[in-house]
């Protein structure tokens, strides 16, 4: 994980004199979802990176032992692994044929012809390069993501 992930938005604020501090406290302690926060003595803080390298720990501390499961990069990579392009197509209401449509002549969308001269991890990137175009335009068409 090298950032924290959407789910977990992280706000900072920095308050001097807190006339309120004992009522925050108890609703911390109490677990009201409310107030969902912690405080930090500011007299130990030695730099911002100092605050927002705890918070990254404490949210790395906490999906790790909430989430039974090998963490893997989030890249390109490993979708391409982990995608299952008959539930995208089918998902977004796409055709099911490989080549065919939004591409240019020829099922092909990066100018390679898809001849037998092509090898096949250079055609299935090449459908997965017009899928994704296909997918992206569904999306801006429906205006969500389904």
Sequence with gaps: MRTPPPSHTLHIALYRNLLNAPFLHQQL??????FEYAFIDASVILSK???LAAAYRAIASH???VIEGQAVEFND???RFTTDIAR???LYKL???GGSGGG???GSVNGKANGASASASEKEEDERKELEIMVLGAMALRGATN
């Design 29 to 34: 302690l109490s677990g009201n979802t409310d």
């Design 49 to 51: 990176l100092h605050i």
């Design 63 to 65: 999906l790790s032992s």
């Design 77 to 79: 990579d490993v979708l």
């Design 88 to 90: 995208v197509r089918k």
């Design 95 to 97: 055709n099911s044929g």
């Design 104 to 106: 240019k002549k020829g």
